[in-house]
């Protein structure tokens, strides 16, 4: 055994003696946690972690580009004591010091109530939540994430899993050689895993929510139209993300074909076999591949087109058709026309569902993507506003043709007119909120109502959910836009979690009393629902705001909004009713008009898919 295994092995043992010893038997073996400590506004509870326990066998050699293979049991006592390694991604979109990529992450992290292990409490049970990180299926980890307070504080077993993401996770060929969607697999493998065996952590698995943010958002909804997860998990909650959403469904495009094509050039990958190009890209290392994906997949990447298609959202890999997993894209899905959304729509309808949008929640992709047109046309950042001639001239028709795949001039017009504040109508800084306005409307919004509706409708003996998320910290964490007022993208995530490590380590010190406040009401809300379905009972949240949670219907469409000072006031009804007929009935109306054999009405898709 050489120094560096010498040393690693006594720092784990060292480690494991400093704290208190847990050991599990599982179906799978026998696992040791630690019990610790977390902290929320002063006040200390006991937590157990088990960190780190593999799920599946490492996606290497043959399994790259292949579904994930269940992990073998543990020969001897697998000592679940750090986090792991995360898995490869294209971190140049937001470069995270101090993680280590490997190919080998797909693994899981567990965090139980330090109750669950005491003698007298042997046949208490807790409810699950599984928590699927965001990230645009392009980057993120679950180390991002220390589930011990919400675990600790509020009763609850929550596991934090990796996948795998890009090219690792949704490389397609569009055949056999590579169907794609293998992160969507892995996701799958690990609630199989939880449920299989989280009742030997104390957990009950009658009672297990899926939940997730942005891209794990849109991974919970994929999760539940997957008709093989049929009774393996009873709800989800989605923060900021359905699979309407343009980012969350890579269609087959003039730019994706030409990013694909350029990744596999610069790999010496290209050929015209299929299996050619996968066995080519398994011989390559993640440091080549990695290198590829820098050079090509930029925000703004030489692609020999025109400047404004160099604006698209959707040419990163992500969730694709694979005919398996999807048989059939989200928006059929959604329309439940088509015969194959007959199963996807069974499995939709057997869980209740709580999902919901930040106030300015695009403004992530509009940073993205729209900073750099502004510096080229404008000469200034994002930050000074958007010239009213830019937003007209350049950016809404580079959405409309290349985002909506919509060349309808007429749509342009209605864009522009329906997204101008009139009031001053070329000022720059209310241009760009109109801009963020406007994508976080097609992108969040309408995708989130469209996709409860249609849960209303289908599982009418579920709990269906909305909230509005609108505070803005007063501290940095998440993705942070100095020149927003209002929320941004991933800015719920801090109060979800109790202030937990999320991205920066802030902690509830710096938090307002009327924000940790706002934190106790999410997390009692959030893991309310997992208990009940119900985010308003069994715990009742009366001592911190006068507000009751009401379910979503089709002719209110009442939802609540998260912020500091909560009262009755807080529950409102059907957000943004004219941007939501405006995309739902207008637009459709307009290329029905502009397009003599187009599709009937019903039948065109609400944010202008194919």
């Known amino acids: 055994m050489n120094a560096l295994l010498i040393l690693s092995w006594t720092l784990v043992m060292h480690f494991a003696t400093a704290l208190e010893t847990i050991i599990v038997h599982s179906k799978v073996g026998t696992i040791a946690g630690f019990r610790d400590n977390v902290t929320f506004n002063g006040e200390s509870r006991g937590i157990v972690k088990f960190l780190g326990i593999p799920y599946a066998e490492a996606p290497i050699g043959d399994r790259r580009f292949s579904k994930p293979v269940s992990k073998a049991p543990f020969k001897s006592t697998y000592h679940a004591l750090n986090t792991g390694v995360s898995c490869p991604a294209n971190v140049n979109f937001f470069p995270t010091p101090g993680l280590t990529y490997d190919e080998n992450c797909l693994n899981l992290d567990i965090y139980v109530p330090s109750p669950a292990f005491q003698s007298e409490n042997t046949n208490v049970t807790y409810p699950v939540m599984i928590w699927i990180y965001g990230g645009g299926f392009i980057i993120g980890t679950k180390t991002y994430y220390d589930a ?43 609630i199989k895993w939880a449920h299989g065996n989280i009742g030997a952590f104390g957990g009950d698995n009658t009672k297990i929510t899926l939940f997730g943010q942005s891209a794990g958002s849109a991974s919970v909804f994929y999760q539940a139209l997957y008709p093989g997860n049929k009774g393996l998990f009873h709800r989800i909650i989605g923060e900021s993300g359905t699979p309407l959403s343009l980012w969350a469904f890579a269609e087959k495009s003039e730019i994706h074909t030409k990013v694909q094509t350029r990744f596999l050039t610069n790999l010496n990958c290209m050929h015209a076999e299929s299996s050619v190009i996968i066995n080519c890209l398994r011989s390559k290392s993640v440091p080549e591949i990695i290198k590829a994906l820098n050079i090509t997949t930029g925000i703004h990447t030489d692609l020999n087109i025109t400047f404004d298609k160099a604006i698209d959202l959707r040419f990163n890999f992500g969730p694709m058709l694979d005919r398996e997993f999807l048989q059939i894209s989200p928006d059929k899905i959604f329309g439940a026309r088509d015969p194959k959304a ?18 300015m929640d695009s403004s992530i992709y509009v940073g993205f993507q729209f900073d750099a047109v502004i510096n080229y046309y404008a000469n200034h950042s994002i930050a000074k506003g958007c010239p009213k001639s830019v937003f007209d001239t350049v950016i809404v028709p580079a959405i409309t043709r290349n985002l909506l795949y919509l060349d309808v001039p007429a749509i342009d017009n209605a864009i522009i007119h329906e997204y101008t504040d009139w009031i001053d ?10 801009l963020v306005e406007l994508a976080t409307d097609f992108t969040f919004l309408v995708p989130a109502i469209k996709t409860l509706l249609v849960h209303t409708e289908h599982a009418q003996d579920k709990g269906t959910f909305l909230y509005k998320y609108s505070h803005k910290p007063t501290f940095k964490e998440g993705i942070d836009n100095d020149y927003l007022t209002r929320a941004s993208h991933a800015e719920e995530l801090a109060f979800v979690f109790g202030f937990a490590p999320i991205l920066s380590p802030i902690g ?14 999410m997390m009692t809300m959030w893991t309310n629902f997992a208990k009940s379905g119900d985010p308003n009972k069994p715990v009742d949240i009366s001592s911190f705001a006068n507000v009751t949670w009401p379910r979503f219907d089709v002719r209110d469409q009442k939802y609540i909004d998260f912020d500091v000072n909560m009262s009755e006031h807080s529950v409102k009804s059907r957000w943004s009713p004219d941007k939501v007929s405006f995309w739902q009935k207008v637009v459709p109306s307009i290329i029905q008009a502009a397009t003599q054999h187009g599709p009937g009405l019903n039948a065109i898709p609400i944010v202008g898919r194919k």
């Open 508 to 521: 509830s010190k710096n938090a307002t009393h009327e924000e940790i406040t706002l934190s106790r009401i």
């Open 425 to 434: 109508p070329d000022d720059d800084i209310r241009v760009r909120d109109k």
């Open 148 to 190: 011990g307070i919400i675990s600790s504080f509020h009763d609850v077993i929550v596991v934090t899993i990796n996948y795998r993401l890009s090219v690792f996770g949704f490389l397609s060929t569009g055949d056999s050689a590579s169907p794609g969607n293998y992160g969507l697999w892995d996701q799958q493998l690990a």
């Open 342 to 359: 007959q199963d996807p729509m069974s499995m939709f309808s057997s869980v209740d569902v709580m999902t919901g949008v930040n106030s």
